[in-house]
């Protein structure tokens, strides 16, 4: 039986020139362990350089889960300290990427979006999500710095502290309240809106599309000062990573 990808790639039916990429690691809610990261990361660099392609839609197989974070055990059995902390430092390159793609990005939530699961959605440039989807960012309660800049920049200083200061779980309608997500739709319609979204971002004037994009950027990084990938790791470097965790992990299966 042939292995399954972790990333599926997939042209759009209503234009060519758009690009779904796919979560495709359902049986584990799409937690993102190494070879899914990497998986992520090579197949976005591939799409950057092909200049056909003028969207991207980051989406999932699951209408359970757009993705729930890092995977547990996957980290949990990383040797060291050091590890961990390069482990962040490529997530961090991840979402740096996404940003930073030459055409403009959508993301299509389905369902759970935890941890760097929420972030990897909040790199998109918009970010649309069905009505039973559902974000956390708890990275903090175990010590981790990760997706911060960006969360600031898209929902205000406030709300970020709310979120990841206290782990607060926010369903569909706070989550377009605060601006997590930019609309919520059906299950049955969140992939078909993207890619409605994507085709008006390809109709629109490149130059005014491309700097908007690079304007909201330059915010974000102005907010912070710090290599966000840094960020991540200092983070993890600066606290006892294994003990912080595993007490994580505890009280979230009380």
Not at 148 to 161: D, F, K, M, N
Not at 181 to 200: I, P, Q, T
């Amino acid at each position: 039986m042939e292995r399954m990808k972790p990333v599926l790639i997939k042209q759009s039916e209503i234009d060519e020139r758009i690009i779904i990429v796919s979560i495709n690691r359902t049986e584990k809610l799409n937690s993102i362990h190494l070879e899914l990261l990497e998986s992520l990361q090579s197949e976005l660099e591939r799409i950057n350089k092909v200049q056909h392609i003028k969207a991207v839609i980051l989406t999932s197989e699951s209408l359970k889960a757009f993705s729930t974070g890092i995977d547990v055990h996957f980290v949990k059995e990383l040797a060291n300290k050091e590890e961990v902390a390069n482990f962040f430092y490529k997530l961090a390159h991840l979402f740096e990427t996404v940003q930073q793609l030459r055409v403009p990005t959508i993301a299509a939530v389905n369902g759970y979006a935890f941890g760097a699961g929420a972030d990897l959605a909040l790199a998109c440039d918009l970010r649309i999500a069905n009505e039973v989807a559902s974000f956390r960012f708890p990275g903090p309660q175990f010590g981790v710095v990760l997706g911060i800049q960006r969360l600031i920049s898209e929902v205000g200083g406030s709300t970020a502290r709310t979120l990841t200061l206290m782990n607060k779980l926010i369903d569909s309608k706070e989550a377009l309240h605060d601006g997590v997500v930019h609309e919520v739709v059906s299950s049955a319609n969140c992939l078909r809106r993207a890619e409605e979204w994507a085709k008006h971002l390809i109709e629109m004037p490149s130059f005014a599309k491309e700097t908007i994009r690079n304007m909201c950027n330059r915010v974000e990084r102005d907010l912070l000062m710090q290599d966000p990938c840094e960020l991540a790791k200092k983070s993890i470097l600066a606290v006892d990573f294994n003990e912080a965790f595993e007490q994580y992990v505890a009280r979230i299966k009380k």
